[in-house]
């Protein structure tokens, strides 16, 4: 903390009164000890088998798009030419 800092005598008051009733001292001995077991496995490596799969997917996706795409715009311009055909557009 800063010499000048406008919280020092907030801070130094409450660091008096936990060594007054000995909370610091009490904190100073205490030491955490991990008995926790989650039994979760390691993580493993990605290799090209794990990867392969999620980008095989999102191609096919993007082709099968594709696809549709051509088709209905494929049967749009039949569609077009069956009910519009004999339109003729003439430019003067």
């Known amino acids: 903390m800063q010499k000048d800092s406008e919280f020092a005598g907030l801070f ?12 610091l001292k009490r904190l100073r001995g205490y030491t955490a000890t991990r008995t926790e ?3 979760v496995p390691e993580p493993t490596v990605l290799s090209l088998i794990n990867t392969v799969f999620p980008f095989g997917m999102l191609a ?3 082709v099968l798009g594709f696809g549709i795409a051509l088709v209905e715009f494929c049967t749009y ?3 077009m030419s069956a009910c519009c055909g004999s339109i003729k557009i003439v430019n003067r």
């Not at 130094?12 to 909370?23: G, L, M, P, Y």
């Open 77 to 79: 311009r039949h569609r």
């Open 37 to 39: 077991s989650f039994d």
């Open 12 to 23: 130094n008051h409450f660091v008096t009164k936990s060594t007054e009733v000995a909370i």
């Open 60 to 62: 096919a996706g993007i």
